[in-house]
C-alpha cells in the first residue's frame, strides 16, 4: 500500500463543474503539497497545508490532520484546468526535505 | 521568481551510452532533486542533495549517480544507459525552511533509450 494515495486516478468533468480530488496518507506529516502538472511536464506548487483550508481564485484545499486525509476542490471548472494534480507530504521536522508523492490524478474539463 | 532551468526537453539515447543530465537555479537553495516520472509510479526520488559536494540516495538510486560541484548546479548521470530508464525526469530545489518549504520544479527531460 502507497504511503499517499489519491483518488480518483482520472476525472473527466463538463466546464463549470465542481472538481474534488482526495488525498489519503497513512504517515505522520508535518506538511502537504497539492501541486499542478500540466501537459509538458512542468509541475507549479499551489497549496502548502498543515492544518484547516486554504483558498486560491477558484481552488481550495482542506485537511484533516486526524483523519490524515486531503482534498482539492475546483469551483466552475474550466478547460484550462485540464492537468495532473498530485499531493505529496513531508513528514514530521527533522525527517528532512523529503516527499513523497501520489500517483497524480488526471483531470479532464471538456467545454 | 524562482527559476530551475534542465538542459534538454527531449534526450534520445542508446543503450549504453553515459547520459548526463543538468539542472540549475538561479534562487540560491541549498537543496537540489532529481526525481523520475513514471505512468501509474508517481515522483520517484532518485537523488537529492543538502549541499555542495553533498548528496543523499533518494528511493530508487541504482543505476544513477549524481554531481554537485557548485550551489546552482546539480547534474544527474546514467553511466550506461538502459531501456528501462526512459522516462521522465525531473528536477527541483528548495530552501530549507521547515514545514513553510516548497520545492520548484524544472520543465522535465523526456529521455528515451534506444
Known amino acids: 500500500k502507497n504511503e499517499v494515495e489519491q483518488s480518483p486516478q482520472n476525472l473527466t468533468a463538463q466546464e463549470g463543474e465542481f472538481i474534488t480530488i482526495n488525498c489519503s496518507y497513512s504517515?505522520?506529516?508535518?506538511?502537504l503539497h497539492w501541486l499542478q502538472q500540466h501537459p509538458g511536464g512542468g509541475i507549479v506548487s499551489l497549496f502548502m497545508?498543515?492544518?484547516g483550508k486554504k483558498k486560491h481564485g477558484r481552488l481550495i484545499a482542506t485537511i484533516n490532520i486526524q483523519e490524515k486525509h486531503s482534498s482539492l476542490h475546483i469551483t466552475a471548472s474550466h478547460p484550462r484546468d485540464s492537468a495532473v494534480y498530485i499531493c505529496?507530504?513531508?513528514?514530521?521536522?527533522?525527517?528532512?526535505?523529503?516527499?513523497?508523492f501520489g500517483e497524480g490524478t488526471q483531470l479532464t474539463v471538456n467545454p | 521568481d524562482v527559476k530551475v532551468t534542465q538542459s534538454s526537453r527531449y534526450l534520445v539515447k542508446r543503450t549504453g551510452e553515459k547520459v548526463f543530465l543538468e539542472c540549475v537555479q538561479d534562487?540560491?537553495?541549498?537543496?537540489m532533486f532529481w526525481y523520475r516520472q513514471d505512468p501509474g509510479l508517481g515522483l520517484r526520488l532518485i537523488y537529492f542533495s543538502y549541499d555542495v559536494k553533498m548528496k543523499e540516495k533518494g528511493d530508487i538510486p541504482e543505476g544513477y549517480s549524481v554531481s554537485r560541484e557548485k550551489k546552482e548546479r546539480f547534474s544527474l548521470i546514467l553511466e550506461s544507459a538502459s531501456t528501462n530508464q526512459t522516462s521522465m525526469y525531473l528536477c527541483a530545489s528548495s530552501a530549507p525552511t521547515g514545514y513553510e518549504e516548497t520545492q520548484y520544479f524544472g520543465p522535465g527531460t523526456r529521455l528515451l533509450v534506444l
Open positions: 505529496a507530504v513531508r513528514g514530521y521536522l527533522g525527517s528532512g526535505s523529503r516527499l513523497t
Open positions: 504517515v505522520g506529516i508535518s506538511a
Open positions: 497545508l498543515s492544518s
Open positions: 534562487m540560491d537553495h541549498e537543496n
